[in-house]
């Protein structure tokens, strides 16, 4: 059975760093890509970027490019969203997806994690 | 960056009823980059309809998706009490993804 488990909730202050994490497992994780995707309070979806762990090709939305850092280990089967300082206005939920080689000519993300609520307030 | 804009925001229906939701392509998209995905409250999204019009593994066949270039289309037949969602559709294009701004389809 795929399954994308991912951190638990974080309350943090402005301006700290927080690094939150994205777990595989039933699946190839090396194979996959994993995108990032931001909900913010009551609002919509945002993607925000996406990683291939097999060599951690990465790309990022403009929206996001130097806000967020992603990263994986393909050691440990776990993907990351990192931000070196935040701000309140962060304060959103962030789902990872797993989305499958582009090679294979479809585009979507079949599974998801449950979220990791972030809050930042002062 | 293409902009996906869904109607209506909100579609009020009774169960057994069939629903209609619009997504609009501000560039043409293709249609094998074209998904939908549903998100009850306190959920994450769930994969609904892949290349337009393919349904996931485990959806039920009242969920249908059609259309091309600028215009797509998630047809719900015969609404059931667990489809009262938000619906959003989402495209991949020069190497972004975007997302419509969701059509909430709510119990009347």
């Known amino acids: 059975e795929v399954q994308l488990v991912q951190s638990g909730a974080e309350v943090k202050k402005p301006g700290e760093s927080l690094k939150i994490s994205c777990k595989g497992s039933?699946?190839?994780?090396?194979?996959?890509?994993i995108g990032w995707v931001r909900q913010m309070p009551g609002k919509g979806l945002e993607w925000m970027g996406i990683i291939y762990p097999g060599d951690s090709d990465t790309r990022y939305s403009p929206s996001f490019q130097g806000q967020v850092t992603i990263s994986a280990d393909k050691s440990i089967s776990t993907a990351y969203l990192q931000w070196s300082s935040l701000q309140a206005s962060d304060t959103a939920i962030y789902y990872c997806?797993?989305?499958?080689?582009?090679?294979?000519?479809?585009?979507?993300?079949?599974?998801w994690g449950q979220g990791t609520l972030v809050t930042v307030s002062s | 960056e293409i902009v996906l804009t869904q109607s209506p925001g909100t579609l009020s229906l009774s169960p057994g009823e069939s629903a209609t939701l619009s997504c609009r392509a501000s560039?043409?998209?293709?249609?094998?980059?074209l998904a939908w995905y549903q998100q009850k409250p306190g959920q994450a999204p769930r994969l609904l309809i892949y290349g337009a019009s393919s349904r996931a593994t485990g959806i039920p066949d009242r969920f249908s998706g059609s259309g091309s270039g600028t215009d797509f289309t998630l047809t719900i037949s015969r609404l059931e009490p667990e489809d009262f969602a938000v619906y959003y559709c989402?495209?991949?294009?020069?190497?972004?993804?975007?997302f419509g701004q969701g059509t909430k389809v709510e119990i009347k």
């Open positions: 560039q043409s998209v293709s249609s094998t980059y």
């Open positions: 039933g699946y190839s994780f090396p194979s996959y890509w």
């Open positions: 989402q495209q991949y294009g020069s190497s972004m993804y975007t």
């Open positions: 997806a797993r989305h499958p080689p582009y090679s294979s000519g479809w585009v979507r993300f079949d599974f």
